[in-house]
C-alpha cells in the first residue's frame, strides 16, 4: 500500500535550519509531485510548495521561498524539505503528500507528519 | 489569489444526526476542482471528496459533496462517531498551488 513516512521531530533553536525527509512506499515515486505542507497548532494547512519527483523541477511558495528548499532522491524514493532561519513561528506539523503528477490531481496520500519546534 | 471561506466554524451535532458543510470561494473554480479533506486530532488529513462530487477509494457513501463555481457543500447524511473531526476544504489544480480553507470542526453535542 501507499505509504509516507516523515522523519522524527525535531527541536531547533530560532536561526538554525532543519530538514525533514518523507520515505515514500508502494508507488511509483517519479509518476508524482511531492507536496509540503505545514499546520502550526490550532491553525489551518499552509501549502509550502512542491517538488517533482520525476524530473526535480519545484516550486515554492511566495511566503517561504527564500527560506526553503526541497529535494529528493529517486534511488531512495526519499523527499527532503530544508527551512532555514527558523523563527518561532515556524513551530508546526510539517507533511509530506503526494500529488500525481502531470495534470490537476488532489493530494491523496499524506505522511505521518513532522513536528518542528523552535524554541531557544 | 483565491480564497477559501469554510463555516460554521464548528458545527455541534449527535450521532446520527446529519451535517452540511459548507466551503465559499472567493473566485470561481474552474472544472470543479474542489477536495474535502477529514483530520483527526493527532493524523494527517484524509482525501474524502475529490472533484467537488466524486468520492475517494473506501470512503463511505454517506460522505458526498455537491457544487460548482464558488460554492460548495459537503454533506455527511448520518453522522457516525468516528465522523466527528475537523473538515477543510481545498482547491487543486491552481498553478499558484493548493489553497486551503480554515476548517470546520464538527464536534459531539
Known amino acids: 500500500q501507499v505509504q509516507l513516512v516523515q522523519s522524527g521531530a525535531e527541536v531547533k533553536k530560532p536561526g538554525a535550519s532543519v530538514k525533514v525527509s518523507c520515505k515514500a512506499s508502494?508507488?511509483?515515486?517519479?509518476?508524482?509531485?511531492i507536496h509540503w505542507v505545514r499546520q502550526a497548532p490550532g491553525q489551518r494547512l499552509e501549502w509550502m510548495g512542491w517538488i517533482s519527483a520525476g524530473s526535480g523541477s519545484t516550486k515554492y511558495s511566495q511566503r517561504f521561498q527564500d527560506r526553503v528548499t526541497f529535494s529528493r532522491d529517486t534511488s531512495a524514493t526519499t523527499a527532503y524539505m530544508d527551512l532555514s532561519s527558523l523563527r518561532s513561528d515556524d513551530t508546526a506539523v510539517y507533511y509530506c503528500?503526494?500529488?500525481?503528477?502531470?495534470?490537476?490531481?488532489?493530494?491523496?496520500?499524506w505522511g505521518q507528519g513532522t513536528l518542528v519546534t523552535v524554541s531557544s | 489569489e483565491s480564497v477559501l471561506t469554510q463555516s460554521p466554524g464548528t458545527l455541534s451535532l449527535s450521532p446520527g444526526e446529519r451535517a452540511t458543510l459548507s466551503c465559499r470561494a472567493s473566485?470561481?473554480?474552474?472544472?470543479?476542482?474542489l477536495a474535502w479533506y477529514q483530520q483527526k486530532p493527532g493524523q494527517a488529513p484524509r482525501l474524502l471528496i475529490f472533484g467537488a462530487a466524486s468520492r475517494a477509494t473506501g470512503i463511505p457513501d454517506r460522505f458526498s459533496g455537491s457544487g460548482s463555481g464558488t460554492d460548495f457543500t459537503l454533506t455527511i447524511s448520518r453522522l457516525e462517531p468516528e465522523d466527528f473531526a475537523v473538515y477543510y476544504c481545498q482547491h487543486y489544480g491552481s498553478s499558484r498551488g493548493p489553497i486551503f480553507g480554515g476548517g470546520t470542526k464538527v464536534e459531539i453535542k
Open positions: 473566485q470561481s473554480i474552474s472544472n470543479n476542482y
Open positions: 508502494g508507488y511509483t515515486f517519479t509518476t508524482y509531485a
Open positions: 503528500a503526494r500529488e500525481e503528477f502531470g495534470g490537476a490531481y488532489p493530494i491523496d496520500a
